[in-house]
């Protein structure tokens, strides 16, 4: 079974290993981004792209009791507390990689150093 087959039975609820899994990789993903946000401090939000996230987007974004956030405030109260001040936003862009780039090669040929 593929990892989007995985996320797609977990997500609707068609297979209860596959919910585990989703909620198992919720609190990871959870985990990591607060070890991010610890590391860096994201005054300004912090800002989760890719496939996996368009695809569990309903389930972090839809259900504030979810492992994500369970993940994400795993750290203490006091760092949770500063936790909770920094936004997260969820980038729903497919050509990112592309714009990216685009502004990479833009800045580097066009701007004088």
């Known amino acids: 079974m593929s990892s989007g087959e995985i996320l797609i039975k977990g997500l609707h609820n068609k297979d209860p290993y596959c919910e585990k899994a989703i909620k198992f990789m919720g609190r990871l993903f959870g985990n990591e981004v607060s070890n ?5 401090l994201p005054t300004g939000g912090i800002y989760l792209v890719g496939g996996v996230t368009k695809m569990m987007l309903s389930y972090i974004a ?6 994500f956030m369970e993940g994400y405030l795993s750290k ?3 760092v949770n507390e500063t936790l909770s001040k920094f936004p997260i936003y969820f980038v729903d862009r497919d050509d990112l990689v592309t714009t990216g780039c685009y502004v990479i090669i ?8």
Do not use: C, I, W
């Open 106 to 113: 833009f800045d580097y040929l066009y701007l004088p150093y």
């Open 76 to 78: 203490g109260a006091k």
């Open 62 to 67: 839809g259900n504030p009791d979810n492992s």
């Open 36 to 40: 991010f946000a610890v590391d860096n």
